[in-house]
């Protein structure tokens, strides 16, 4: 049994509907990517999932328990997210914002710990931003910030891990480098995650399971060689395209046509 289940859910913003019943199981213990154009309900799905948004229909299911009726900081310890486009409070440091990951897991009566010193340490270090602990984040480039908001994500110790466009404003060495400690954590700690992507061959080459959206349903969803093919790639983008198998990862790699080059093929 999946630990996060969307059954039938409806989602959207006021009247408008971006999203429409709508089901998707989350494997457990995998890395799913979630593909499609722009405004297809990508992100709205996550966040519906992550219980920032509550479904007009339908419902988000967290270990078989509704996830708005589970109290915020137990959800908090179980379910973490890195939303599009984070905004930090003014002045605060590096080391302040991602030790702010360890808030669900102190209660009440429990002070700040040395196993909080060194869970924080970790994060930093993964994220290559030990250097940067000191500065104020909003003096980082959008590199930096990134990857101290996904520090701040691993401080926070989940089971599962949702992230919105985590590759946002890193280049590709760093989209790379991020995409495989988060690959690490899947397979080191046994973290199911779940994350939105746009470039389709680093998602193929990285996802274990993968969800190609349109028009806020689900258009195909199972392994990357399954889903990539010319006709989702068609249907899902409008973007005529070639498949051909990575040589590196042996994923799915997806070669646009256009218009230049279109004479050359046959």
């Known amino acids: ?7 039938r859910v409806s989602l959207g913003y006021g009247e408008r509907h971006v999203v429409e019943d709508l089901s998707l199981a989350v494997p457990d213990r995998q890395v799913t990517v979630i593909v499609g154009a722009n405004a ?12 920032l948004l509550r479904p007009g229909r339908g419902a988000v299911l967290l270990d078989g328990a509704e996830l708005h009726r589970c109290p915020p900081r137990e959800v ?18 590096v080391v302040d914002l991602v030790g702010r990951g360890r808030h669900p897991h102190r209660g009440a009566l429990r002070r700040w710990s040395s196993h ?3 869970v924080v340490a970790e994060a930093l270090a993964l994220t290559a931003t030990t250097d ?17 908001w ?12 949702l992230l919105d466009e985590p590759t946002t404003y890193l280049d590709l060495a760093h989209q790379v480098e991020l995409l495989e400690l988060l690959c690490d954590l899947n397979t080191a700690r046994g973290t199911t995650i779940v994350m939105v992507l746009h470039e389709l061959n680093l998602a193929a080459r990285y996802a274990d399971h993968l969800v190609a959206m349109k028009d806020g349903r689900i258009v195909a969803a199972g392994r990357p060689a399954e889903v990539l093919t010319e006709d989702c ?19 799915p790699m997806v070669v646009p046509v256009g218009r230049t080059h279109r004479k050359d093929l046959p």
């Open 132 to 148: 940067l602990a000191d500065r104020p984040v909003d003096e980082l480039s959008g590199g930096q910030r990134q990857r101290v």
């Open 76 to 93: 908090a310890r179980t379910l973490g997210l890195l939303p599009q486009q984070p905004v930090a409070p003014e002045g605060v440091t």
């Open 233 to 251: 790639v068609r249907s899902v983008f409008g973007l005529d395209a070639r498949i051909f198998t990575d040589p590196v990862s042996g994923a």
């Open 40 to 51: 297809c309900g990508k992100s709205t799905l996550l966040r519906g999932m992550a219980r």
């Open 150 to 161: 996904v520090a701040m994500a691993l401080a926070q110790q989940t089971d599962l891990l």
């Open 1 to 7: 049994m999946s630990r996060l289940v969307a059954e």
């Open 116 to 118: 909080d010193d060194e």
